[in-house]
């Protein structure tokens, strides 16, 4: 059977699109959706979305545009990815599914979005109520989980080692987690690394890392601001939120989300 695929990327976060509204794809291929993604013998991406309709929101008469369902570059369904998110909002314009608005149904709930005339994706993650915070890390879900820890000289530090040895060591267990790294930069801009789970190696940009750091930078007092630029090693992102009694609700993830190129492959 043929294919045809769409890649998109944000900020270096790369992922292999493809329209399943009519449900022609073998969703329980694991090995196949590994090899769409190996960046040797497939198309290459850190993971791959599907584009469908969601049947339950549709019977409910519910507005929902779209459903997300997203997969690691190891071909397992997954988390909640912001920068996948972002990509998938700019297919669905680019299928005239949504024009410049959208909502739809990933596994953490439900997302609003907006598209920019300049292309920028702006997306609304979960509310995050609970932030635990230790001496030496702060950990919290924002539709994925995620460690987050200061360190010095980010620029030389081994994030595919250090990450690994947390994400599969006692503190996590089984399930595991993603893990950044931050240096803060001024009192809005901090840089992050993130060595993420599932693709089991760092990538060049986490969305809902970057949101994670943010939130958790704010926590830690490390800064004031509720709007936070984020210099990920693919480029930047803005993560903005609101606040109140450790909670933190009206969270946007901000950044390009650019088509790369389409085409069709034998599976």
Request: charged letters at 25%.
């Given at each position: 059977?043929?294919?045809?695929?769409?890649?998109?990327?944000?900020?270096?976060?790369?992922?292999?699109?493809?329209?399943?509204?009519?449900?022609?794809?073998?969703?329980?291929?694991?090995?196949?959706?590994?090899?769409?993604?190996?960046?040797?013998?497939?198309?290459?991406?850190?993971?791959?979305?599907?584009?469908?309709?969601?049947?339950?929101?549709?019977?409910?008469?519910?507005?929902?545009?779209?459903?997300?369902?997203?997969?690691?570059?190891?071909?397992?369904?997954?988390?909640?990815?912001?920068?996948?998110?972002?990509?998938?909002?700019?297919f669905a314009?680019k299928?005239?599914?949504?024009?410049?608005?959208?909502?739809?149904?990933?596994?953490?709930?439900?997302?609003?979005?907006?598209?920019?005339?300049?292309?920028?994706?702006?997306?609304?993650?979960?509310?995050?109520?609970?932030?635990?915070?230790?001496?030496?890390?702060?950990?919290?879900?924002?539709?994925?989980?995620?460690?987050?820890?200061?360190?010095?000289?980010?620029?030389?530090?081994?994030?595919?080692?250090?990450?690994?040895?947390?994400?599969?060591?006692?503190l996590?267990?089984?399930?595991g987690?993603?893990?950044?790294?931050?240096?803060?930069?001024?009192?809005?801009?901090?840089s992050?690394?993130?060595?993420?789970?599932?693709?089991?190696?760092?990538?060049?940009?986490?969305?809902?890392?970057?949101?994670?750091?943010?939130?958790?930078?704010?926590?830690?007092?490390?800064?004031k601001?509720?709007?936070?630029?984020?210099?990920?090693?693919?480029?930047?992102?803005?993560?903005?939120?609101?606040?109140?009694?450790?909670?933190?609700?009206?969270?946007?993830?901000?950044?390009?989300?650019?088509?790369?190129f389409?085409?069709?492959?034998?599976?």
């Amino acid at each position: 059977m043929q294919i045809e695929f769409y890649k998109y990327q944000g900020t270096g976060n790369d992922f292999v699109m493809i329209d399943n509204r009519s449900n022609f794809f073998p969703k329980d291929d694991i090995q196949l959706i590994a090899r769409l993604c190996d960046r040797r013998f497939g198309i290459g991406g850190d993971g791959l979305i599907l584009l469908e309709n969601d049947e339950v929101a549709s019977n409910l008469a519910m507005p929902i545009d779209f459903k997300m369902v997203y997969y690691n570059s190891d071909g397992n369904q997954s988390s909640m990815c912001g920068n996948g998110g972002r990509c998938l909002v700019a297919f669905a314009k680019k299928l005239n599914v949504i024009q410049d608005n959208a909502t739809f149904i990933a596994t953490d709930g439900l997302h609003h979005a907006s598209v920019a005339a300049n292309g920028i994706v702006s997306l609304q993650m979960i509310d995050v109520p609970e932030v635990k915070i230790t001496p030496d890390y702060v950990f919290m879900n924002t539709g994925s989980p995620h460690h987050i820890q200061l360190v010095e000289d980010l620029e030389h530090y081994n994030v595919k080692e250090k990450g690994a040895s947390i994400r599969y060591g006692e503190l996590y267990g089984k399930q595991g987690s993603n893990i950044n790294f931050v240096k803060k930069i001024d009192e809005t801009t901090f840089s992050l690394r993130t060595y993420e789970r599932g693709v089991e190696d760092e990538t060049l940009a986490c969305g809902t890392g970057a949101t994670a750091v943010a939130i958790a930078m704010n926590v830690l007092g490390e800064t004031k601001a509720n709007s936070i630029d984020l210099n990920v090693e693919g480029g930047k992102l803005v993560v903005s939120f609101d606040e109140k009694d450790g909670k933190f609700s009206n969270v946007f993830l901000k950044g390009p989300a650019e088509f790369v190129f389409k085409g069709t492959i034998d599976i």
